[in-house]
């Protein structure tokens, strides 16, 4: 019987894995501010990037406000490739980092293990 | 509280459940205390060093994301729990397993920590060599001011000893200068007026004066500086495998973990303690991080060692398409010949070489320095010229004292009228691998002028070592066939295309791209097209601005070898993201299976801790490998 019961359980929390980290969902998307002739933007790093999409629009120099609440070593440096930019990011602390909004294009940041990624929209 | 101290707290605190561990067997001693005394010690670990592997982990999983945290997290967690619960059933515990789990994680990250900042330290280098300070001359006398107020224009004092502070020319003394830290050139180059000098390289014996020409963001350090950033953080097209992997990895171990338990405790009627040492193995063995880590480190060092070189590879892109070419394409002035070429003879009277001097003067031909130095040398007075127009890939025209006057290629379809005998001359030259310049006044040949480009000293060298890799190499030139053919003799060169013009060299490149994958080495503006065309684009020494805009690698160095040493050093790099790949698959494609008992059979089985460790040296592995890639000769 307990066999027959943990059985049932572990295909549940199976079936649950796949749902939970597989399925679709909708992603995060934040807009940066606009203040006179500068765009911001505040991410928190924490068990991924909030928001993990930023529209910036074109031609406004940008700042992205990281700020890593989170531990895990895996998130200690975001990396933007097209941008050559790997800044570090020390724990509790806003790192700012620059984006060069001339281009419009889509830009994507990353950790430094490659496993949490995060997006950039130059509009 | 950081990485380190974690680790730390973690081992002192598991130290004590290491000796009963290895004393137990053969003595049968136990820590005063049995089972408490773990309980207490494994707790303390639990919050104090474990506990940011269970909030990252956590916050991972509300975002939908899981990552080697969450491996961590829930492996040791589940082997926590379960001992206490084993424990008020007097039941066997493995505490031990969540303690050495940690502290073999944590350890793992501590030496990867290490190894990661060591991975970039050809850019930390970088960043530190410019000058912070110069002597500028404000008013009458030179005075201190940081590198942030020199401005295009001033007159800087450099002392032997001290860092030449931005790109400039000399104005007056002269010097031997070290400039081994931006070209790699280990041999002092000997400057004097007029001469350009680097930022950042030190001048060794004379004091100078240069004036500054570029500053701040467009000198060449920053350029290097920003191109060997990029390229460091930038992608190669193997590792879109991984990104695909990395994605579904960790849910994947975590499905495949309730497997194991489930198949161990249901199917193989194990208890419940055997089957969650097994799926705890499972757990803590996957490494997410080493496949994730196998290409970035070996990118980033590879770029780093040829920056060292004076080789820069622009992205991971550039360099995995460097290790499948099958041709490399040789542009011929200034990269397999010294461009600097020189007046040989002059046939005819002194009038040939004042009106081809008159007209070269208003040129930018690469000819045009040979001929003007001849002239001066020769004493001959230039005269005024009217109407000049350059006319792409035949010559130059313009009037003088109202005649008109045309300096270049003898070619059949611009009408000249050209004696037979100088028409035998022009052969005889041309099978000497000399460019004969044509001079006519009203249509009407009335001398030669022979220049001659040597090849590079290295050339020959450099070219056998690229055919050893097995590469086929042509010339493309805008020379004729025998000046061409002559110099491509001389360097060993398996084929010719000659006579094209500018704007047709990348059309030529594309040509040979149906079949083959080229490489295409240039040095000037009007490369930047087949530069940009080609495979991989290298573009070659003091080259323009255009040029290394357009090259996917750049050479420092004028120097022809480089072009193998970059090859080479591309191949390195390739070959090392391979090994650590295969490494990190191997680990986790064997790994999960010897933790999952598959081979219980043949009592192949591992621990819990011993999974933690082996997870803690993949990706430590991975990385180390990366690192002693920077030791290897180029």
Redesign the interface.
């Known amino acids: 019987m307990i ?2 019961i ?2 049932l359980v ?1 295909l549940v ?2 079936a649950f ?2 749902w ?4 679709k ?1 909708s992603v995060q998307t934040g807009e940066a501010v606009v203040d006179a002739d500068k765009q911001s933007i505040d991410i928190k790093v ?3 990037y ?1 928001p993990e999409q930023v529209v910036l629009k074109k031609g406004i120099p940008a700042t992205l406000n990281f700020k890593r ?7 200690d440096h975001v ?8 800044q570090k990011l020390p724990q509790g602390e806003v790192e700012k980092v620059e984006i060069d909004t001339s281009k419009p294009g889509e830009y994507d940041w990353e950790c ?5 990624h995060g997006k950039v929209i130059v509009k | 509280m950081n990485v380190t101290k974690r680790f730390w707290i973690s081992l002192i605190l598991s130290l004590p459940l290491l000796v009963e561990m290895l004393v137990r067997p053969f003595t049968g001693w136990m820590l005063p205390g049995g089972d408490w005394t773990m309980l207490i010690l494994t707790s303390m670990i639990m919050v104090i060093s474990a506990r940011p592997f269970v909030s990252s982990a956590w916050s991972a999983f509300e975002q939908h994301h899981a990552n080697m945290d969450t491996l961590v997290a829930l492996g040791t967690l589940t082997a926590y729990l379960y001992s206490i619960y084993a424990m008020f059933i007097n039941k066997p515990v493995f505490f031990e397993s969540a303690a050495f789990v940690i502290t073999f994680v944590l350890l793992g990250q501590v030496l990867e920590e290490k190894m990661r900042s060591n991975a970039s330290g050809a850019m930390s280098k970088l960043l530190t060599l410019g000058a912070k300070s110069a002597l500028v001359k404000r008013g009458a006398e030179f005075i201190e001011l940081p590198i942030e107020q020199v401005v295009s224009g001033d007159l800087i004092q450099v002392r032997p000893g001290e860092k030449i502070p931005v790109d400039g020319q000399v104005v007056s003394g002269q010097s031997s200068i070290d400039e081994s830290m931006v070209t790699g050139e280990s041999i002092p180059v000997k400057k004097q007026v007029g001469d350009s000098v680097i930022g950042a390289t030190i001048n060794q014996t004379g004091s100078i004066v240069i004036k500054a020409q570029k500053v701040g963001s467009d000198t060449m350090l920053a350029q290097i500086i920003e191109i060997v950033q990029k390229a460091q953080n930038s992608h190669a097209p193997i590792q879109n495998l991984t990104d695909k992997v990395s994605d579904i990895f960790v849910p994947a171990v975590l499905i495949i973990a309730l497997v194991t338990f489930l198949v161990w405790f249901v199917f193989l009627g194990k208890s419940v303690a055997t089957a969650l040492i097994y799926a705890v193995s499972v757990l803590v063995i996957a490494c997410p991080c080493a496949l994730g880590l196998a290409t970035p480190t070996a990118l980033m060092v590879g770029t780093g060692l040829g920056a060292k070189h004076g080789i820069l590879i622009k992205n991971g892109e550039i360099l995995e398409a460097a290790n499948k070419l099958d041709t490399i394409v040789f542009d011929k002035t200034g990269t397999i010949t010294a461009g600097k070429p020189q007046v040989t003879e002059v046939v005819g009277d002194r009038h040939v070489l004042q009106l081809a001097a008159s007209l070269e003067q208003l040129s930018e031909h690469p000819l045009a320095p040979a001929v003007l130095a001849a002239a001066k040398a020769a004493q001959v007075k230039l005269l005024p010229v009217n109407h000049f127009r350059a006319l792409e890939g035949q010559g130059i025209s313009g009037q003088v004292d109202a005649q008109a006057v045309f300096v270049g290629t003898l070619k059949q379809d611009l009408g000249l009228v050209v004696a037979p005998a100088l028409t035998e001359k022009v052969k005889v030259l041309q099978k000497e691998a000399k460019t004969v310049v044509l001079v006519a006044i009203n249509h009407t040949a009335i001398g030669l002028i022979a220049i001659q480009d040597t090849p590079k000293k290295e050339a020959q060298k450099a070219i056998k070592e690229l055919k050893q890799q097995g590469l086929k190499t042509i010339m493309l030139t805008g020379d004729n066939q025998a000046v061409a053919g002559a110099i491509a003799n001389q360097v060993g060169i398996d084929q010719v295309i000659a006579g094209v013009l500018p704007i047709d060299k990348a059309a030529a490149i594309a040509k040979l791209q149906q079949t083959d994958r080229v490489a295409f080495v240039g040095d000037g503006i009007n490369d930047a097209p087949a530069l940009s065309q080609a495979d991989v684009g290298i573009a070659m020494g003091s080259g323009t601005d255009v040029a290394i805009e357009a090259g996917g690698i750049v050479l420092i160095k004028n120097n022809l070898k480089d072009v193998g040493r970059a090859l080479k050093l591309s191949q390195k790099t390739f070959n090392r993201i391979k090994l650590n790949l295969f490494w990190a698959f191997i680990y986790n494609v064997l790994g999960i299976p010897v933790a999952a008992g598959v081979f219980s059979g043949i009592g192949l089985v591992l621990s819990p801790e011993l999974a933690g460790l082996a997870m803690a040296f993949s990706s430590l592995s991975v990385v180390s490998s990366s690192v002693l890639l920077g030791r290897s000769k180029i």
């Open positions: 066999k027959i943990s059985l572990g929390v199976i894995i796949a939970w980290f597989f399925g969902r924490k068990g991924g909030l609440l989170d531990s895990s070593s895996c998130l990396i933007f490739p097209k941008f050559g930019i790997n430094s293990m490659n496993m949490f």
